[in-house]
């Protein structure tokens, strides 16, 4: 079978961390379980332990630039997903490179992290706001994040008021985690359907969130990037995000915030060819 035109391909702008939960690591997961391929330009260098964020490295801004450009102009993508940007510099130069294309921009706007640690520079905010929302076909924030980009805090009671400030440059927003008792709530508005749509689900619990909205975000891409319409990807991703919480709420993982687990859908298989083998090995050493 030829492949060559069913790659669909998902450009990452953002930062790596050497514990595979979140960031680029993240990414390129949830790419791969959602049926996407993977490919991206490194931001910053982040070192980490579950607990906290001890340091960041960033890369060159015109280095990004010119990976980012590489990638786009001989290969192409399907679609663009943002993460970690960190300086102002860096999100206005990310911003020049979008609005010069025709795909589905997904802007992830990491500015906090699950532990708390702040991720970017004061002046970034505004050079989202300035820079990049403007280009973007949806961003991802965090209950945390709106109320950064907001300047005011978000709740249930007035999420419907406030979430399309996050639209008013013509994109879909989907606001993540607003706390409503035991459940979590999701909000997604449409600014040309003037839509909300809201997923409630009951909090798993557990301490492995680490990189739960970069999971997010790339499947949302990821689907946009296989056709898939904007709510309906949303639907897809909702439904993909939760189970990685969940079949990953039980690992033991460090003595902080943990990962999720995207390939859930193949742990049947994994099981399965761990038991074929153990039980391969036991024949063998019965007939020795």
């Known amino acids: 079978m030829d492949l060559t035109n069913k790659l669909y391909k998902v450009f990452l702008i953002a930062g790596s961390e050497p514990l595979g939960t979140a960031g680029m690591q993240a990414d390129i997961k949830s790419i791969s379980a959602c049926g996407g391929y993977a490919a991206g330009a490194i931001t910053c260098i982040v ?139 999701d909000v997604f508005y449409n600014p040309i359907s003037k839509c909300f749509k809201l997923y409630k689900k009951a909090r798993i619990q557990t301490k492995n969130v680490n990189g739960t909205g970069d999971t997010f975000a790339s499947s949302i891409a990821t689907y946009l990037a296989r056709g898939y319409d904007m709510n309906t990807a949303v639907d897809k991703a909702e439904n993909f995000i939760y189970n990685a919480i969940l079949y990953g709420s039980n690992v033991k993982f460090g003595s902080g915030y943990g990962p999720v687990y995207p390939f859930y859908e193949n742990l049947s298989n994994f099981l399965k060819e761990d038991i074929q083998y153990a039980a391969a090995i036991q024949v063998e050493q019965y007939i020795l």
């Open 47 to 185: 070192d980490e332990d579950t607990i906290k964020v001890k340091s960041i490295q960033t890369i060159p801004v015109e280095m990004v630039v010119s990976q980012t450009y590489s990638f786009l102009e001989d290969v192409g993508a399907d679609c663009i997903k943002t993460g970690m940007l960190y300086s102002q510099e860096l999100v206005t130069a990310i911003g020049d490179v979008v609005k010069k294309q025709s795909i589905p921009i997904v802007v992830d706007p990491v500015m906090v992290s699950s532990a708390g640690d702040k991720l970017l520079q004061d002046d970034a905010i505004q050079a989202y706001k300035d820079c990049l929302f403007p280009y973007s076909t949806i961003i991802t924030p965090n209950r945390r994040e709106a109320d950064l980009l907001l300047g005011k805090s978000l709740t249930k009671d007035n999420m419907k008021e406030y979430i399309p400030e996050l639209s008013k440059w013509g994109n879909c927003v989907i606001v993540k985690s607003i706390e409503d008792g035991d459940y979590l709530i």
